[in-house]
């Protein structure tokens, strides 16, 4: 019987992120973002999720696990949840399941499910998938958490179900963190927001009058950096998510920008124009704070990011005449090779979780579009149909790529899938949003 | 020199660009963002104020403000992906030099910017260049390094919204702003 454990971390950054987001911001207390499908795969894998019991103080659970479980996977386009009313049979406990029941409706796939109050906020969610073709369980898991967490629990139950059924591991439990610009008053507002992948419990981690921009995760989903113009200068700031503590890290004269951790979180790869008016790709390490510079060229050399191994850097350089994607090590005194060929603009890289791809904003026919690259062969692959897409970001399972498009003038967020079947349109509430990171796996 | 010193409250409303920004030097809204090393500490910052909305208001003032002389003209606009200026600016850039050759005490700020099209960081690199082509010329007509700050702000701080070839056109810019004037 596959029934294990999961250990849940503490995770009071939940509280103080939430406090935090209050004092800075009520407006931010529903959802920001709002989930659509444009387009999923031709047959998306029919399934049941029976609604979990209950058994614990109130009528009801503080939070609806498996609506959330259920919201999960059918806004993935992979999975068709049929609707409650078609269920014949409610059963919660695996020894109530009768797979002919299922059989009849044509689902390949059951999941269920029970809450439990263990304590004054202690829950324990236990659920099963079975394959119903094969009449057999697939995964069991109990889950074990305070109140607060019961939708991050959600989000791991769907990702264990989604990687059973897929193979590939789910990302419902990951964040995202993306720019938000309101205008106040005729006045620009830019907020630096976090939130859940599906755009739920949204914290403001920065929020100014000065233009916001570039967050980028730390490796182990602790901490963002971030370009901030307050004061009327640029300036690359690292935060500690969890208490909102940051330090500058780079307010040189001219451009800072750009900031890229590195893939053991020890360097900072960022644009500086120490020489006027020069961009050029420099690595800070974060310990040491010796600063080394990687490229030496007048064109504008900008937008590093590193490769998995973190022996390549990958960045947009114009000095062909347009912007392309470039490739260098860094090292002081490497040499750069180029790596788009295809179109006259390729720029913002972000390189997939196994190195293979690279996500790029690339111009087709006057139109800005996400497209992924093979480094080695330099093919193209066009995935977004808008005409200003931009600032790709691969979801940590390397499955699903989020960007920033426009809808009717607004800024959105859109994902698809990287081989181009799964859309979904992420529409802001208010105000516009972009830039959107995928944050990694961890959740401190 | 003829020059009408307005505070530029009413420059910007008479030159339309009310959204560009305010006139009221900011500073950092830190409340409750956090704290730590190097937060605030305002290496190169312009302002005067004292952060938050306690501060003083301070007005900056500009040459030639209200004019039609060539000292009025605070904007240089850009072709698509370029940083050339174009001819039409060789008078507006002369007089400006001229002005800050013979007003040492003048300081100017140079802010660049690009239109929406393509990646941002790659757009604060295009404002950047914008900034810099200005401020040399400034420089071969007798401006003082020390007298010119530059910054880029890409597509963050658009002066029309749109996305057409008319809001590009007057988003690919360098804004002349002077900070002190004489």
Redesign the interface.
Known sequence: MLRQRLIIGPRSWLAAALA?AA??NATLAQAQLRIEIRRGVERPIPMAIVPFSWEGTGAQPPLNVSAVVTADLAGSGRFDPIPERDMVARPTQPEQVDFQDWQILDVDALVIGRVTQDGPDRYTVIFQLFDILRGELLVGYRLTTPGADLRVTAHRISDMIYEALTGIPGVFSTRVAYVSEQREN???RFRLIVADADGESPQV???????L??PAWSPDGRRLAYV???????AV?I??LR???????S?R???N??PAFSPDGRMLAL?L?RD??N?DIHVLDLTTQVLVRLTRNPA?D??PTWAPDGQTIFF?S?RSG??QVYRIAPQAGADAQRVTFEGA?N??PRVSPDGRQLAV?H?NAGN?RIAVVDPRTGLTQVLSNG??D??PSFAPNGALIIYAT?DA?RGVLSSVSTDGRIQQRIGAVAGDVR?PVWGPYARP | MPRQLLFVLAAIAALGL??CG?NR???????????????????????SGTGGSGGPEVFREVPGAGGSGPLSRLIIYFDF?QADLRPEYNEVLAAHGGYLAANGGALL?LEGHAD???????N???G??R???V?RALLLQGAAAAQLT?????E??PAAF??DEEAYGLNRRVELVYRQLN
Request: charged residues 25%.
């Open positions: 935090l004092m800075l005729g006045q620009q981690v920065a929020d100014s009058p000065d233009p921009m570039s901030s113009f307050e004061g009327q200068q640029s700031y935060q500690t208490s909102g503590a940051r330090d500058r890290v307010a004269e001219g451009v920008g750009a644009t124009s006027p008016g961009l504008i900008t937008e947009t114009d347009g912007p603009y720029a913002r904003v111009r800005y005409a200003l931009e600032s426009r003038g830039e | 009310s959204a305010g030097a900011t500073l950092p809204d830190d409340g409750g963002v956090g704290s730590g090393a190097g937060m605030g500490a305002g290496s190169g910052a312009v302002t992906d700020r929406e099209r393509g990646s941002r960081e790659y604060i690199g295009l950047e260049r900034a810099q082509a401020r530059t910054v880029s702000y890409g963050e701080r749109g996305s």
